[in-house]
């Protein structure tokens, strides 16, 4: 099985900056795409970015032009750069490895349905 491990979260004034980052327990990222995903209390888990084998990447509207998904084969590690940061990006945060599709030549964006290997989550809380 795939384990994957989520670091990096905290508490921040808006407009800050954090890096989340996902450890996996082996070589994911040739054969799995990868996302993040948040969940709010009380609120569905919802895809935040995706990044496929091919280097592709896919990003929520309320993240684009702020967050940024990369990822280190070497170090077979993915992360999340998010800047300007806004109270409503506060939620647990999870990476996570699945399949991802293409809809008219550009990456969709990730669907948690499409995901089996989960992370535990990281906080991240985002204040006035």
């Known amino acids: 099985q795939v384990q994957l491990a989520e670091s990096g979260g905290g508490s921040v004034q808006a407009g800050g900056s954090l890096r989340l980052s996902c450890a996996a327990s082996?070589?994911?990222?040739?054969?799995?795409?990868m996302g993040w995903f948040r969940q709010a209390p009380g609120k569905e888990r919802e895809g935040v970015a995706a990044i496929d084998s091919d280097g592709s990447t896919s990003y929520a509207d309320s993240v684009k032009g702020r967050f940024t998904i990369s990822q280190d084969n070497g170090k077979n590690t993915l992360y999340l750069q998010m800047n300007s940061l806004k109270p409503e990006d506060t939620a647990m945060y999870y990476c996570a490895a699945g399949a991802c599709y293409f809809w008219g030549g550009s990456l969709a964006p990730p669907d948690r349905r499409n995901f089996g290997y989960w992370g535990q989550g990281t906080q991240v809380t985002v204040s006035s």
């Open positions: 082996t070589y994911t990222y040739s054969s799995y795409c």
